[in-house]
């Protein structure tokens, strides 16, 4: 069994922050990343890191204002949000694939949790 279950989420003002997890269980992954949805919108990726956390990517919309991070021993991944806008409101998916190579595409990620609803308020 493979399981991701996200964490997190809430309602906060513009300039606040939010930190989101995700707990995966059945196995490690060597990439896990973050991914959004806005309504009316298709889901795009927003960071994604390596299993040992030394390799980073994000999109440049997030750039700066939000960091994701790995606690491999607690096979858990976090993205850090700071500076909110209400144009990040969105569900906030984590992702998982096997596989080294950080990719962007949702095609990419094997396992999907439910998201966690992120919205900001101006």
């Known amino acids: 069994q493979v399981q991701l279950v996200e964490s997190g989420g809430g309602l906060v003002q513009a300039g606040g922050s939010l930190r989101l997890s995700c707990a995966a269980s059945?196995?490690?992954?060597?990439?896990m990343g973050w991914f959004r949805q806005a309504p009316g919108k298709e889901r795009e990726f927003v960071a994604a890191i390596s299993w040992t956390g030394g390799n980073s990517y994000y999109a440049d919309s997030v750039k700066g204002r939000f960091t994701i991070s790995r606690d491999n021993a607690k096979n858990t991944v976090y993205l850090q949000m700071n500076s909110l806008k209400p144009e990040h409101t969105a569900i906030y998916y984590c992702?998982?694939?096997?596989?080294?190579?950080?990719?962007?595409?949702?095609?990419?990620?094997?396992?999907w949790g439910q998201g966690t609803q992120v919205t900001v308020s101006s």
């Open positions: 992702a998982a694939r096997e596989g080294r190579m950080v990719y962007t595409g949702v095609g990419r990620y094997d396992y």
């Open positions: 059945g196995r490690t992954f060597i990439t």
